[in-house]
């Protein structure tokens, strides 16, 4: 910007130097003032763009300030989210560490379940079996005394007979042989009970 005015203040200079012994003493003031005229407005001209510079070295500076508090502000909010996110991160860890332990409970509370529906299971069916075979065996063991009073031990003079093998006067045909008490079917019905009874 101020190049040409140098131009121009360089060659008016040399051109006064060349007219300096010819030129009137008015028109070697006139030259000087005009040349001082010219540093002059140059001065103005660069006080003007200090002036410039300064405001807008002062605009910079407050938006600098302002972007330094925006960064300072979002560099605490980001420190913030971060303290956030790891709050969450903790609690999404402990939620799942509870749950895994409820879990566990859980299945091993299943397995317990099972293994008692299954013990009650098999309770049921030996009860289911067990019964019958019990009754069964009562029955049997009725029927077998029964049979035991019919085959009773009576007394013949010296002898001991089986009342139910044995003849008796006045039953049908006659017997010959007497059978001695115990007889084999109260042999074998007291083989059969007397470990029980
Ligand atoms: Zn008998």
Do not use: F
Not at 17 to 33: K, Q
């Amino acid at each position: 910007m101020t190049a040409p005015e140098q131009a121009d203040l360089r060659q008016r200079l040399l051109d006064a130097l060349d007219a300096d012994a010819m030129r009137p003493r008015a028109e070697r003031r006139g030259l000087v003032n005009a040349m001082l005229d010219v540093v002059s407005d140059d001065l103005t001209a660069r006080d003007v763009d200090t002036a410039r510079l300064r405001e807008a070295h002062a605009t910079m500076a407050l938006q600098a300030g302002h972007y330094e508090r925006r960064w300072e502000s979002t560099v605490v909010e980001a420190q913030r989210q971060a303290r956030r996110a790891d709050e969450l991160e903790q609690r999404a860890v402990d939620s799942a560490w509870n749950t895994m332990r409820l879990g566990e409970e859980i299945t091993r509370l299943r397995k317990k379940l099972a293994a008692a529906e299954t013990e009650n299971t098999r309770l049921h069916a030996l009860l289911a079996e067990g019964l019958p075979i019990a009754e069964a065996a009562q029955e049997a063991s009725t029927v077998l005394g029964t049979v035991l009073a019919l085959h009773r031990p009576v007394q013949r003079g010296a002898m001991t007979i089986c009342d139910a093998c044995s003849p008796r006067r006045g039953d049908g045909p006659s017997r010959y042989v007497l059978v001695g008490w115990p007889c084999p079917t109260a042999d074998a019905i007291n083989a059969a009970t007397l470990p029980t009874t």
